[in-house]
């Protein structure tokens, strides 16, 4: 078990752990495409979108080139668009609205008094494959409680590639056992382990809509399973912290 | 004159500009120095530490290696310790705690409400050349309201360079003319100019203590001097903002 009293730091993944990215783009594709009488549910673009998330950045990783994530997600909208048949019908500045919907995003319930919460004894920073523009956008309008904002931007490597991590780390310049990665994806905390860092899993059972299977806390080795973010703050609060200067 | 309807994000020079390094470094000298029965006045060492700054990251810039600015911090408190013949009464701890004080320092009356004015119309970003921690921990500590943290760490070159200006523009995904660089110092306007920021000169006068020799804003070359941060605010608000998406 790790010793929760050596975490200096909390980083936070944000699309699905701290934000409800599903509700955020279905209610603003179905508000952007029904008046152009397009019959594409927004839930359902949501999913097919978020499926060519991975692979989009697993081909940048595996590339000599860095490509921000709203250039990837334009390239993906246009492909789904396509294979629905309405490419002619979505113009340019609805596309750039949609792509746009990934800025701002309705945190889950416990996301800005969690957040709060854990910041009152640790620093807590995003680490996110969206870009430090798009997290920026996305924080203050949902003013959500970060002390700073990490992006795998900064290190031109997408999660789970293990560049994120360390930089992230090296920022903050502690060391990887004294920060605590929070996520609702196995995938990201395996990653993050990778490199040394502690891990807590947050279920999100909403993330996917209904029946859409999201990842459950009995399949996860993080270090700390947690229901919520109020939770992982009362746990790092039991804990105490060795203190930051 | 610069059309201030444009800007969208605002950065802000921090030591000296929004906090105020002299009396918070003075301070804990005072404090951590007397009881070693060292006489060196606090506000003596704050200037002296202050007057090796830039000539130190001059030396990195110039160089082929990065540095962090804590640890150019570090040689100039040996230096001074030396030159006043007191650097074998001062232990490992104690110029620890004295580095870390530029890590926890005091913001002017105006930063923290004025940097919540600003940011009800654009985004607000450090812009400086203290380490992503440092400004991690001493935008924590003093609760200024920045949305986003950029650091001169992340070009790895400190400005006056101006890669540290470019890197945040591109971070924020916006052009040079929609970012505002504010600051208390005309050579870091200068420099911002030089990539094509839009530049706030505040007048800062206790920033350098009584008959310190503040830069004055008469001398400047900005596009805008203001009295305070929420002067800027209200200039801001009243030329409105293109907004951003």
Known sequence: MTDLSAIEAVTCDVFGTVVDWRTGVATRADALLSPLGIDLDGGRLADEWRARYAPSMGAVNAGARWRHLDDLQRESLAEILAAHGVADRVDEATREALVRAWHRLPPWPDSVAGLRAIGESRVVATLSNGGMALLTNLVKAARLPFDVIFSAEL???YKPDPAPYRTAVALLDLRPEQVLMVAAHEGDLEAARGVGLATAFVERPDE???????ERAADSDADLVVSDLHDLARRLRG????GTG
Chains 1, 2 share one sequence.
Do not use: L, Y
């Open 155 to 157: 290190a031109r490597r």
């Open 239 to 242: 804990a105490g912290a060795a």
């Open 208 to 214: 996917r809509g209904p029946g859409g299977g999201a």
